[in-house]
């Protein structure tokens, strides 16, 4: 193991597997982008209020570091309600979004060597916050035919005395797949049996289908000592350009580590930030409710149209706002794919490659928007099946 420093680390990881397309569709007229990771809903307008009168009543200072005393509160009281996760306001902190949360939960996790097992396809941010940690990612196929959730055999076979973390993310950005109570049984075993810390990624909660209900890993018996539970106001209340996120962990020194290397960084979350992600917890909970249920119609058509199209398959998707097409009939691999579907029909994808090493099979479509442009995308990639 090469001697650790981010400076030399930054060397070893590509600035974004998407961004070559992402320019690329800049320049073009007439894009439909299923690429997009982010809700197509303006922040509800009490939320808004809320934040303009912090504002103009003067919150215009550093908040504690570790976040507004009220906010801690309210989330404390969601996390136990909800997620039958029992924390304190003391053993939560807010953060720069979710992302900030993951960074300060590897950073402070791990020491140089130390491996961290990332079911794949992943998430973009966490194998690169690893490298950047010093740790040495540990990739897990999660197979489109277990439904891509981590099978805890293949868990198992990849652990050894060198592993000292497991990031964990349901409902999953890419696959949009959501683990049960059953499935986080099952790796709640594992990790009890060598003991290892958790990073358990929620920030999709709020956006399951069909009538099920999200489950936190941290409310399982045995686990609250070993998780940090990370989420985000982002996906939730559609605040995602406010950047405001939160993570909890009952494990006192690691909460400290953590806390001090988000001092010596930004210090505090945005005050009046702050103040309308206070309002979101507090306010009605109605739009909650009604994006995911748009966000279930769209799921559900975008679902219909792909199993109508010839050279294409997908499982159906559970959770978040992603689904996971399984391009393997075409032959091509998701780079071209995605790169020639830009090209001749003007839609954005991000291609599997960009998840892992196990995903070249597959590209990700993003539907947070409008029926009718889900249906004009879908009437462009039948077109180019057609013709490819
Ligand atoms: C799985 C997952 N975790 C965390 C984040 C971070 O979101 P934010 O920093 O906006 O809270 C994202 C954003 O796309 C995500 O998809």
């Given at each position: 193991m090469?001697?650790?420093?981010i400076s030399?680390?930054?060397d ?10 992402f320019d690329?569709a ?9 690429g997009i990771?982010?809700p197509d809903f303006?922040?509800?307008p009490?939320?808004v209020?809320?934040s303009?009168k912090?504002?103009k009543e003067?919150k215009?200072?550093y908040?504690p570091n570790?976040?507004l ?5 309210a989330?404390?009281?969601?996390m136990?309600k ?5 924390v304190?306001e003391?053993?939560?902190?807010i953060?720069v979004g979710?992302g ?5 939960a590897i950073q402070?996790?791990i020491?140089?060597?130390?491996g961290v ?11 690169p916050?690893?490298i950047l ?5 540990i990739?897990v196929e999660?197979k489109e035919?277990?439904?891509f959730i981590l ?5 198992e076979?990849k ?5 000292e973390?497991?990031?964990l993310?349901s409902p999953?950005?890419?696959?949009g797949?959501?683990m049960?109570?059953r499935d986080?049984e ?6 009890m049996?060598?003991?290892l810390k ?5 920030v ?5 289908y069909?009538g099920?209900?999200?489950v936190?890993l941290?409310?399982l018996n045995g686990?609250?000592?070993n998780?940090?539970t ?11 350009g406010?950047?405001v ?8 020194s ?5 806390l001090?290397?988000h ?7 945005n005050t ?5 992600a206070?309002?979101?917890?507090k306010g ?6 009604h994006?995911?249920d748009?966000?279930?119609d769209r ?6 149209r792909?199993?109508e ?5 997908a ?10 097409m399984?391009?393997?009939?075409t032959k091509?691999k998701?780079e071209e794919f995605?790169?020639?579907?830009l090209n001749?029909e ?8 960009a998840?892992?090493p196990y995903?070249?099979?597959?590209v ?5 928007l409008?029926?009718e442009k889900i249906?004009?995308?879908?009437d462009?990639?039948e077109r180019?099946l057609?013709k490819?």
């Amino acid at each position: 193991m090469p001697e650790h420093s981010i400076s030399s680390s930054l060397d070893r990881i590509p600035k974004s597997g998407i961004r070559k397309l992402f320019d690329l569709a800049q320049s073009m007229e007439g894009i439909i982008s299923l690429g997009i990771g982010e809700p197509d809903f303006d922040t509800p307008p009490h939320i808004v209020e809320a934040s303009i009168k912090a504002l103009k009543e003067g919150k215009t200072y550093y908040s504690p570091n570790s976040g507004l005393l009220e906010l801690r509160q309210a989330i404390s009281e969601k996390m136990k309600k909800q997620n039958f996760i029992d924390v304190s306001e003391n053993e939560i902190m807010i953060t720069v979004g979710g992302g900030q949360a993951l960074a300060l939960a590897i950073q402070s996790s791990i020491k140089t060597g130390d491996g961290v097992i990332v079911p794949s396809p992943a998430f973009v941010a966490y194998v690169p916050t690893v490298i950047l940690s010093g740790g040495n990612p540990i990739e897990v196929e999660c197979k489109e035919d277990e439904n891509f959730i981590l099978n805890p055999d293949l868990l198992e076979e990849k652990i050894t005395e060198k592993t000292e973390l497991l990031i964990l993310n349901s409902p999953s950005n890419p696959t949009g797949a959501v683990m049960k109570k059953r499935d986080l049984e099952k790796i709640s075993d594992i990790i009890m049996e060598y003991n290892l810390k958790v990073i358990s990624d929620e920030v999709y909660e709020s956006l399951i289908y069909d009538g099920k209900k999200h489950v936190s890993l941290a409310s399982l018996n045995g686990m609250e000592n070993n998780v940090i539970t990370v989420n985000s106001f982002s996906k939730t209340y559609s605040m995602t350009g406010w950047r405001v996120g939160y993570l909890s962990s009952k494990d006192e020194s690691l909460f400290d580590r953590m806390l001090k290397l988000h001092m010596y960084g930004p210090v505090c979350n945005n005050t009046f930030a702050q103040f309308g992600a206070l309002e979101a917890l507090k306010g009605s909970q109605d739009f909650v409710n009604h994006m995911r249920d748009e966000f279930e119609d769209r799921r559900n058509l975008l679902m219909k149209r792909i199993e109508e199209m010839k050279g294409v398959s997908a499982i159906k998707p559970e959770g978040a706002f992603y689904l996971f097409m399984n391009i393997s009939q075409t032959k091509m691999k998701s780079e071209e794919f995605s790169e020639k579907l830009l090209n001749e029909e003007k839609v954005v994808s991000v291609p599997g490659a960009a998840f892992g090493p196990y995903s070249d099979e597959f590209v990700r479509l993003a539907y947070p928007l409008k029926k009718e442009k889900i249906n004009e995308a879908c009437d462009r990639i039948e077109r180019f099946l057609s013709k490819n």
